[in-house]
């Protein structure tokens, strides 16, 4: 089944504490997105990465990380959280071409307290 | 740069009237179009998707968008509400030249007994 998985789907965690919130496709989908998603904003991307060694910053990159080391593993690195980090973050993944769509996982509930 | 605009964060409808959510979009190149439903506690699923074919587009669930250039709007409509429609919707752009989504901000429908 073609999927992306995100782990963990809870975390509640303190201000500074490192966290890494895994994202894994199994579609050898070139693209691969972080988005957080806050009430009345719809979703915004955090950063991106055309392929293995390529990311860069999406429209919130402040206080994230990101590396693709290989092509189906995307990680998001919260090196120092910080409350304003609380949020549902969703990992994507896409092929490229004029079939293009985006796979949604099923969202990481992060709270930093 | 794109944007997304929705317009109504919630519309409320009854069983069986008529779904439209509104959406219109601004990109410096012709854009891909795409709309999205998210259930409670759930990801991200797609509906249906405009990719330069056909400009009236039929998706999953009895959902239908018409692709408007002039107008630079790719409305959602359903004729005949169901209660199970009772979600957040988004719609999306896309530009192909880096398949970055944008995302509009949401509208949420409740549908009536």
């Known amino acids: 089944e073609a999927q992306v998985t995100q782990n963990p789907r809870y975390l509640i965690t303190v201000t500074g504490k490192k966290l890494t919130v895994t994202c894994s496709q199994n579609?050898?989908?070139?693209?691969m997105s972080w988005y957080r998603q806050d009430p009345g904003l719809g979703l915004r991307q955090i950063y991106y990465s055309m392929n293995v060694e390529v990311t860069d910053k999406g429209d919130v990159p402040e206080g994230y990380k990101v590396s693709r080391k290989e092509k189906r593993n995307f990680p998001l690195i919260l090196e120092s959280p910080s409350p304003n980090q609380t949020s549902l973050y969703f990992c994507?993944?896409?092929?490229?071409?004029?079939?293009?769509?985006?796979?949604f996982g099923q969202g990481t509930r992060l709270t930093v307290v | 740069a794109q944007s997304v605009t929705q317009l109504g964060s919630h519309v409320s409808v009854s069983e069986g009237a008529l779904v439209l959510l509104r959406c219109n979009y601004s990109s410096s190149v012709p854009p891909y179009l795409f709309w999205y439903v998210q259930y409670p506690n759930q990801g991200l699923q797609l509906l249906l998707k405009?990719?330069?074919?056909?400009?009236l587009v039929k998706g999953i669930n009895g959902f239908e968008a018409e692709f408007k250039k002039s107008e630079t709007s790719f409305h959602l409509t359903k004729p005949s509400a169901h209660m199970s429609d009772a979600a957040e919707y988004f719609c999306?752009?896309?530009?192909?030249?880096?398949?970055?989504?944008?995302f509009g901000a949401g509208t949420t429908v409740t549908v009536r007994a």
């Open positions: 405009y990719t330069s074919a056909a400009t």
């Open positions: 999306a752009v896309m530009t192909i030249n880096d398949y970055k989504l944008s």
């Open positions: 994507a993944s896409s092929s490229a071409g004029r079939n293009t769509e985006a796979f």
């Open positions: 579609m050898n989908h070139e693209y």
